[in-house]
């Protein structure tokens, strides 16, 4: 009998007599189980995030309910997603353990002072060469002794990074808010049409879809956002269309059309005063919309100091640019 209550210390989970899970000591682990699961929509992905058995966190989610006496996660298909009452511990939960999960380096970084530690921002091609060079410029006038850590990403890749906290936060467009990520738009940008100065489609002052139609379209590749957004709204108005070409980064694909093989619609943002004369640019407004940048964090995620300072200096006016087709250049 002595043995029992040593025995019983060595599980941080059991059963009452009434069958209901309880948690012995602090309730940290199996809140962090719950957000794990409740982010990744999976247990043994979760299991895997805290370097733990699937049987481990089940038997905490278990003790979790148990304790608050709701179901907090019910079965979706192939995902586990929150109940009602999941959600309500999910969000008064969430910043709580980030704060806990940043409180290394929220020291380490008081210690160092304002001016230490580093950054990591993803963004893509586009976003690195036309919106961040002016923030980043600014950032390193304030704060010289941080270390800024580019991720040249696309699509996916960003959330994956941005979930997987291998980066601070993420700039760039969105089309659809996943509902793990906050977002904070600053500037929307036209989609426009772009074509080789000599091309037939150059000398329309207000080209249609129709008139696009006959003519091969250079697209970034199918899993982008661009590529559904074009090929939606010609099948929406039931017009033929042909993809000439399919690669990859908005400057291969100016190349391209600047060479004349095809036809592009791009964003505003990546036509600079270095395309006058090589690019005939038309909007598009009428037929794709325009294309909102901003600021993305995981929900939850706590920002360090150097993060936090470079957020602060993205604002709308370090985004706009006087461009030569604002201006209303159109031929050569």
Known sequence: MANTPRKRSQKSASKTESGRFYYKGSRLKPLQAFCQVAR????SRAAEALFLSQPAVSLQLKALESHYGVPLLERVGRRL???REGEALYDLVRPLLEGFESLDEAFRNSQQGL?????????GSSTLLHLLPATLAAFRRQRPEVRVHLHSVTGRAGLEKLRADEVDFAVGAMWEVPNDIDYAPLQRFDAMLITAPG???AKKANPTLEDLSPYGLI???????????????????RLPYRVAIEVGGWEVIK????????IAIVSALCLTEADKGRLVARPMREYFPSRSYGVLVRKGKVLSSPAR???????????????????GHSER
């Open 255 to 262: 190349q391209y059309v600047a060479q004349d093989l095809g």
């Open 81 to 83: 997603s929150l109940t």
């Open 199 to 201: 091309h037939p489609l």
């Open 219 to 237: 697209l970034p590749p199918k899993q982008l956002s661009t590529w559904r957004m074009v090929t939606t709204a010609f099948e929406q108005r």
């Open 115 to 123: 001016d230490g530690g580093e950054v990591n921002i993803a963004a």
């Open 309 to 327: 300072a470079f957020v602060d200096l993205i604002k709308p006016g370090l985004f706009q640019r006087k461009d030569w087709f604002e201006a």
């Open 40 to 43: 990744l929509g999976s247990v």
